[in-house]
């Protein structure tokens, strides 16, 4: 149902540009947004966009970061700079709030498989 792509290993104030490819049931319409899991921590979420596309932004991506969608495309992506080691994180995007599936009779979140950034000091 999601797609995120564009992760890798990039060296502290490098940039990176993620994207998502969403099924139409989680995409359209709504707001989507870009959430990480950093090693040992809970899944955060950092970037929003409306679907009318107004961004926000958690405060440690302010200023260097943007996400921008293409509601034609069904995709969103989110434009990461000046890179920092405690960037390093699985990133997922996902609707706003969360999009939920039926799994064994019961209602779940669901996510797609992530895609990795590494940020190496």
């Known amino acids: 149902l999601v797609v995120e792509s564009g992760g890798g290993l990039v060296q502290a104030g490098g940039s990176v540009r993620l994207s998502c490819i969403a099924s139409g049931s989680i995409f359209s319409g709504n707001a989507m947004g870009w959430y990480r899991q950093a090693p040992g921590k809970q899944r955060e979420l950092v970037a929003t966009i409306t679907s009318a596309g107004t961004p926000n932004y958690e405060d440690s991506l302010k200023g260097r970061s943007t996400i921008s969608r293409d509601n034609a495309k069904n995709t969103v992506w989110l434009q990461m700079n000046s890179l920092k080691p405690e960037d390093t994180a699985v990133y997922y995007c996902?609707?706003?709030?969360?999009?939920?599936?039926?799994?064994?009779?019961?209602?779940?979140?669901?996510w797609g498989q992530g895609t990795q950034v590494t940020v190496s000091s």
């Open positions: 996902n609707r706003v709030p969360v999009a939920t599936i039926v799994s064994r009779g019961k209602i779940i979140d669901y």
